[in-house]
């Protein structure tokens, strides 16, 4: 089964709005929830992560909020700017055992100008 | 921020052939991971490595698959013999500790024939 799924394959933004990116997950288990940028031909880096014992992480222009209830995760940029284009992977993971991330279908968000 | 080099960015290999991808992880790294990404689909776990041993390995990790790392030098997954559907991109990445961030490589495009 896909334990860990972004329902919109797709975005489109105005510049100098928030983007919002949606990520969920089957597995109690996971206690480490990332998102991972990944421009075309290159490698996904990590943007932000955060861990089970919190709900919400700021980075800049970055929030990760997670709701562990609902098995739910998202990544908001605020203030988007055309260089946010790109595919945006969430991934979860038990950090407890092997450390293996399972990843989503990414995101293609697309910041108009 | 580090970095993790992949050799070679691209292959073409004959069905049945043997083919090594090579992956050079960040210096002071200890744990290193194979992801495979089939065309339109997520990134997978594959394997991942640590002081000389698998750790986990994945159901797409077939017998066909072999990974090292002989003394410190390249990470390596060895694919022989080759199969059409081992077409993919394969990324290698690599942490510090299994609590650490995972940083990736741009990936190796291998092409079956």
């Known amino acids: 089964g896909q334990q860990v799924k972004q329902s919109s394959p797709s975005l489109t933004v105005q510049e100098g709005g928030i983007s919002i990116l949606n990520c969920d997950y089957e597995?109690?288990?996971?206690?480490?929830f990332a998102w991972y940028k990944k421009y075309p031909d290159n490698s996904p880096t990590l943007l932000i992560s955060?861990?089970?014992?919190?709900d919400k992480r700021e980075d800049g222009r970055l929030t990760v909020f997670l709701n562990k209830s609902g098995k739910h995760f998202s990544l908001h940029i605020t203030a988007s700017q055309p260089e946010d284009t790109a595919v945006y992977l969430c991934?979860?993971?038990?950090?407890?055992?092997?450390?293996?991330?399972?990843f989503g279908e990414g995101t293609k968000l697309t910041v108009s100008s | 921020g580090p970095k993790v080099l992949q050799i070679p960015s691209h292959q073409i290999i004959d069905m049945g052939q043997m083919v090594t991808l090579n992956c050079d992880p960040v210096s002071n790294h200890l744990y290193f991971y194979w992801y495979k990404q089939i065309l339109g689909q997520q990134m997978e776990f594959l394997v991942n490595?640590?002081?000389?041993?698998?750790?986990?390995k994945s159901k797409l990790f077939k017998d066909q698959f072999s990974v090292e790392r002989p003394d410190g030098s390249y990470f390596t997954l060895k694919i022989q013999p080759t199969a059409l559907e081992d077409s993919a991109v394969y990324f290698c990445a690599s942490s510090l500790s299994l609590a650490d961030t995972q940083y990736f490589g741009p990936g190796t495009r291998l092409l079956v024939l």
């Open positions: 955060v861990r089970s014992n919190v």
């Open positions: 991934a979860a993971g038990a950090q407890g055992g092997s450390a293996k991330l399972i």
């Open positions: 597995n109690d288990m996971f206690d480490y």
């Open positions: 490595f640590y002081n000389g041993k698998v750790m986990e």
